[in-house]
């Protein structure tokens, strides 16, 4: 299988954040001129723009990984990162239905469908190179 998953949800990461910064310009300007550091004090409005722009980093750190597991591990990314994705996608979709959160799906399935480590050893042993 090729390795697309963490390429497409790095990808994703890259239009969150590009939305981030054509939609919520004035705040992170804002941020800058006020210097930073403890800038988002209580503005529930800073800080939601904040951890927009930071899940937009922590998604890319994640396409990040994935893709290097893909190399490494052609086929057999662990189930549990399926579950992972998976889980935080029907929570987003629950709370925000019309968002980004469904461009993270394709990856999360084809991870949960896909060959784990086990399958391809076994698969290995039964042939004739494997023996």
Known sequence: ?????????????AVHTAFAIA???EV??????????NTVGTDPMT??????VLFGVML????LTISELEKSLPGALPRSIGWSLL???LLGVTLMPASGFWLA????????????????????TNT???R
């Open 28 to 37: 992170l300007v804002s941020i800058v001129k006020r210097g930073v550091i």
């Open 105 to 124: 799906l394709p990856p999360a399935i084809s991870i949960l469908i896909g060959k784990t480590a086990t399958k391809i050893a076994l698969s290995q």
């Open 47 to 52: 800080g939601a723009v904040v951890w927009f």
């Open 23 to 25: 939609i919520f310009n």
């Open 1 to 13: 299988m090729k390795q697309w998953r963490g390429y497409w949800l790095m990808v994703v990461s």
């Open 128 to 130: 004739p190179s494997g």
């Open 60 to 63: 890319f750190i994640c396409g």
């Open 87 to 89: 889980i935080l996608i």
